[in-house]
């Protein structure tokens, strides 16, 4: 079962920074590209990065510059890499898992986790 599973949200000051996983069991004969988007009240998500399963990472304006991907394969886990946070980086970040590949347990599917909050003080 593909549900993302996101961790290592928290309080942190303006300057610092904050890596986040995201856990998702996967099958190794399909393909998942990974996303990162964060939400705050009111508004809609916004992506934060995306990186696809050629290994191209697009970035959303928040992160350029700032934010960073990684990836360990043995552990089917995806980091976001945050530094130099803002407060106007407090979200609550969630990650997307989109799945695809030619057999049939492979069959696009579009999975989200519950999120983690990240909150960011001057």
């Known amino acids: 079962q593909v549900q993302p599973v996101e961790s290592g949200g928290g309080s942190v000051q303006a300057g610092e920074s904050l890596t986040l996983s995201c856990y998702a069991s996967?099958?190794?004969?399909?393909?998942?590209?990974i996303s990162w988007y964060r939400q705050v009240p009111g508004k809609a998500r916004a992506l934060v990065l995306s990186?696809?399963?050629?290994?191209?990472?697009t970035y959303g304006e928040s992160a350029k510059g700032r934010f960073n991907f990684s990836r360990e394969y043995a552990k089917n886990t995806d980091f976001l890499h945050m530094y130099m946070l803002k407060p106007e980086d407090t979200a609550t970040y969630f990650c997307?898992?989109?799945?695809?590949?030619?057999?049939?347990?492979?069959?696009?599917?579009?999975?989200w986790g519950q999120g983690t909050q990240v909150t960011v003080s001057s």
């Open positions: 997307q898992v989109r799945r695809s590949g030619s057999w049939s347990w492979c069959s696009p599917e579009e999975y």
């Open positions: 996967r099958h190794s004969t399909c393909r998942y590209d």
């Open positions: 990186l696809d399963n050629n290994g191209h990472i």
